[in-house]
């Protein structure tokens, strides 16, 4: 991979058009939609949405593909699927605040079962042979930050590489993302860390690689990365 600074994965964003769009201004990583383990497995053959969010061209590439589940073996069978399909990497998501999401245990509500996350890792890791990465938040709330604990477990469980939103899942998007926790996770650790959250223009982007870890901007790709921001998305990836 090329660069310090890689896209999010977005839902209803994230799809390949804007993924190949990205990539010409400079993003070292595109990451697909977040894709749900368990719905892409029964459904994958009938339903086309699915489907295309799992389609790769060598002009997007590489592409890391993000899924979400609860399941251990069904998130194994669905990265063993993806994989095939040309998949660079395979993203865990354990940091999705979506209300949705969390009711049925996963995203940021596996921050609150660090047992079955752990479950969720390992199996994934044993199904595959692309990397296995996580995404993740500080923690549920203020009271559980555990972000440094998770991380440290996913490592040994073979995630390399883990991606962190400066916030926990009870502020949502609300409030402003602490880097300076990010930064404390990322000494428990010897994989890389890649830091999300508040990466909102491109001068932002431009100080992540300055605290010597990668970038993730998310929603404010929409204003700034599509334009090209004067060039200074390329100038970052560029460092």
Known sequence: MDGNVFLAPMSGVTDQPFRRLVRRFGCGLVYSEMIASREMLLAHRQAPKQAKRMTIEASEAPVAIQLAGCEPQVMAEAAKLVEDKGAALIDINMGCPVKK???????SALMRDEDNALRIIEA???????????KMRLGWDHASLNAPSLARKAEAAGIQLITIHGRTREQ???GVADWAFIGRVKEQVKVPIIGNGDVTAPEH????????????PSRSTLGWCVAGSDGMLENVTAK
């Open 172 to 174: 949502l998007y609300g």
């Open 205 to 216: 982007a431009v100080a992540t690689p300055r605290r010597n870890w990668p970038g993730l």
């Open 124 to 134: 994934t890791v044993r199904a595959v042979k692309v990397p296995v990465t996580l």
């Open 101 to 107: 999401v969390v009711s049925g245990w996963a995203g």
